[in-house]
């Protein structure tokens, strides 16, 4: 169990995070920013949405 440390260690750093609206807004945007960035670049998931893309005209 030597991983069991590190993540409660980083989730005791990120309480601090949940304790401010605007931290955790800010975090929420880049989130979602980043992750719709990602699904462009995974080829299973961008053959998804060309295809849906296509269908629509």
Request: charged share 15%; proline share 7%; hydrophobic share 55%.
């Amino acid at each position: 169990m030597p991983l069991l440390g590190p993540v409660l260690n980083a989730f005791v750093v990120m309480n601090g995070f949940w304790q401010s609206p605007w931290l955790l807004l800010v975090f929420a945007l880049g989130a979602a920013y980043l992750g719709a960035k990602i699904v462009e670049y995974i080829p299973f998931t961008r053959r998804i949405i060309e295809r849906r893309e296509a269908s629509r005209g």
